[in-house]
């Protein structure tokens, strides 16, 4: 304690307090993705986008589905997200509908990726890395530098691809996760090696392609491809069907 004290004085007053302030974000920058995930659970991008504009807290609240929502802490979740840039909030709109006064909450491009009814969402990935079972293994990053081995390990005993293979809701949750990062950056290979696939000749192999959508969607966009889909037994059980894929795993 002393030592800090005598730190204290000795240097630069305002850069130690500085110090201070980053040690406080970064000990509370869960709050802000556990409030997206909050966001997305609640489906407040898909309210504001079925009415097709801004909207104010209470229309909002009213649109939860929820008999008793809170409204104090949906307008603190909602502020923090403003500030975030998640939504656009305007404080100055003219007083002329039922929504007199208030404030009112918009979409912005980063909300738009968070909407459940859009084939190019990134809704179900946030759900998937901020689930309970994905953010346990973060807790024992520094077991696993002491003793070695995975966060992931150190939390459950197993490789993540074991707890996959006997835990078919958290298989399902990866398996979700990962096709909503899949088929939002899809379009840019399809399109950046348009030439490249179509030139190709036979068997394209996705080695580790989940449940094969990735590998769906380049045979449906060039279907002289023959497609095969390889993945480990448990993710492949659970794959659909698609046209032009053969599921293969070992
Ligand atoms: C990060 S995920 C990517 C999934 C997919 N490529 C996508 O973009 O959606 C890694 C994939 O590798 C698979 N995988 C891991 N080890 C494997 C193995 N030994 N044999 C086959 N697949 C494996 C997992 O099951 C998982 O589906």
New binding site residues.
């Given amino acids: 304690m002393s030592n800090l004290n005598t730190n204290i004085v000795n240097e630069d007053a305002n850069e130690l307090l500085e110090g201070q302030a980053q040690v406080f974000n970064h000990l509370f920058g869960f709050v802000h993705s556990l409030a997206i995930k909050s966001a997305v659970e609640l489906r407040i991008a898909d309210i504001i986008h079925s009415h097709g504009q801004p909207m104010s807290l209470s229309h909002l609240a009213s649109k939860l589905e929820s008999a008793s929502p809170d409204v104090p802490c949906l307008a603190r979740l909602m502020q923090l997200l403003a500030w975030n840039n998640i939504f656009t909030v305007d404080y100055n709109r003219k007083p002329t509908s039922k929504d007199e006064g208030e404030a009112l909450y918009g979409l912005t491009p980063t909300s738009r990726w968070l909407l459940h009814d859009n084939e190019l969402s990134l809704a179900p990935m946030f759900l998937t890395f901020t689930h309970p079972s994905m953010m346990a293994p973060w807790q024992e990053i520094g077991r696993s530098i002491k003793e070695g081995g995975t966060a992931f390990e150190k939390a459950y005993g197993e490789s993540i691809?074991e707890k996959?293979s006997k835990d078919d809701e958290f298989n399902k949750l990866f398996?979700t996760g990962?096709?909503s990062?899949?088929k939002t950056i899809l379009d840019a290979i399809l399109s950046g090696y348009k030439e490249g696939f179509s030139k190709l000749e036979g068997t394209l192999v996705?080695?580790?392609?989940?449940i094969g959508?990735?590998m769906a969607n380049i045979v449906e966009a060039h279907p002289h491809i023959k497609g095969i889909n390889?993945?480990?037994p448990h993710?492949v059980a659970t794959a659909p069907r698609f046209q032009g894929i053969t599921h293969v795993w070992?």
Avoid at 206 to 210: K, Q, R, S, T
């Fill in positions: 691809w996959g398996n990962m096709v990062v899949t996705d080695v580790g392609g989940g959508k990735a390889f993945d480990q993710v070992w």
